[in-house]
């Protein structure tokens, strides 16, 4: 391994520590930076969410299990590293204590970075002018930004506004919202200026400022060539979307809550995530200098570039990480500890047991669920309204699933090829859920596939909710199943087989969207 150079930056190519390898920037980031010859070591509560990563298997990265909160784990991730990305943010996070909890990771952070020599920090946070009108979730980022610097470890911050990038979840309000309102009435904050920037761009400068020295305890903000309006955005994704022009109507009663609620009603991101994006859009976010392009210059995409580069990547199916990808993984749910509901049902399948685990693997997004699929949306269409998540997330790759991903209202936490998915349900419900597919080989190529939906109710509520879909079951449980069998039993490259096997190579490196 190459040595520090002084001050921090990465003389050769040395050892980085990533935290939020598990979320959108993180995911993509560990890829880049390979690339680029370093060794990474991957912080994550949850290693088993790196497991399909297309560079798990690199030997140059090593994932350590830890959680940011206690020290003792952080200082020993972080020994041996040169610099390390603070990747944490509690976007979904909600309450009075959020901006505390962040502050005392961050402080954690940069004490354990102090501790195990760390030369620098390097932090993405949020584009926006200072001052006491800043967004509450603006303002937290400030103050992380403050406390990784506290200990006296080299911090080097970037500012950035709205990332547009496939599978981001500024991204993906902006396109749901132009996709299924041709008239809004929308909050003032349309005619607020933007300075929007392209993830490849954010990439480049998050792993090029290893290599340069005077970016070593600066601040620098980043965004692309355009200042715009929220609403001039609206109208190039409508041409994008080959669209006609959106109508937009704003309106001054529109707090950050109601516009939260809305954008959760029209698109797949929950109000937890909606509410600080809605606010931090209400402060104009522009670029004060050129100092991060000077220093590290690239080509700047356009909003209208980066907007057809993310729209090509969802339409060639290579979306590399997504914003629902971040989710939390709860513990399993103690079955033991009170009356458990199960429905299980046993179907014999005349296929392979990859062949049937990779149809079972396709349930949700745009294959839908093989029966019944109106009582799905209408479920989904319920969830939303109460405030869940719906079927809107949809799934970040039609053919595969990995440990953490979402799916739909389902939240994927056990994979094991060939033998066994296992989905949680994180709809809006008065109980626990979880819906698991267990695959069972037999002789001459068959297998066994058995299909069970497990209820954990909550007081009355939930066995008053058990009881009443209970009836359903028959249509949408037995169906299902019948259609799994249907799909891996159709012959190789049929519309009943689903989508072919064969896939795209990966994401190149620098083409990025």
Known sequence: MGQARAGGAVAGRGRVLVTGATGYIGGRLVGRLLAAGYTVRCLARAPRKLAARDWADDPRVEVVRADAGERAGV??????????????HSMATTGSRYREHDRELARNFGAAAR??????IIYLGGLGETGAALSEHLASRREVEAALAADGVPVTVFRAAMIIGSGSA???????????????VTPRWVHTEAQPISVRNVLHYLVACLDEPATIGRTLDIGGPDVMTYRQMMQIMAAA???????????????????????????????????PLAEGLRNRVVCRDGAADRLMPQRLLTVAESID??????????????????????????????????????????????????????????????????????????????????LRRGRRDPDRVAYGEALDFWRVTGVEPRR????????????????????????????????????????????????AVAPLHGIVFSGMLAGIRR???????????????????????????
């Open 420 to 467: 066994m998915l296992e989905l949680r349900a994180e709809m809006k419900l008065p109980g626990e859920a979880t819906l698991t597919f267990e695959i069972e080989e037999r002789g001459e190529g068959g297998c066994v596939l058995t299909q069970t939906a497990r209820f954990k109710p909550k007081g009355l509520w939930g066995l008053a909710y058990w009881y």
């Open 309 to 390: 580069a993310a729209l090509g990547r969802l339409e060639a199916q290579r979306v590399e990480t997504a914003w629902s990808g971040a989710g939390p993984i709860p513990g399993d749910p103690d079955w033991a500890g009170g009356r458990t509901f199960v429905d299980r049902r046993t179907e014999v399948m005349g296929a392979s047991a990859d062949r049937v685990y990779r149809a079972v693997c396709r349930l949700g997004g745009g294959q839908g669920y093989y029966a019944a699929d109106w009582l799905w949306r209408l479920r989904g269409w319920l969830d939303r309204l109460v405030g869940g998540p719906g």
């Open 241 to 275: 979307l080959g669209l006609g022009r959106r109508w937009v109507f704003p309106v001054p009663v529109l707090t950050p809550r109601l516009s939260s609620l809305w954008i959760h009603m029209v698109t797949p991101i929950s109000h937890r995530i909606a509410r």
């Open 75 to 88: 200082e020993a991730a972080l020994r041996g590293c040169d610099a390390a990305y603070y990747l944490i």
């Open 115 to 120: 501790a195990a020599g760390v030369g620098r």
């Open 170 to 184: 500024s991204f993906e309000i902006l396109r749901y919202l132009v996709e299924r309102l041709p008239v809004m």
């Open 487 to 513: 799909a891996a039993e159709a012959p190789a490259g049929s519309a009943a087989g689903g989508r072919a096997a064969a896939r795209a190579a990966g994401p190149v490196v620098g083409e990025e969207a």
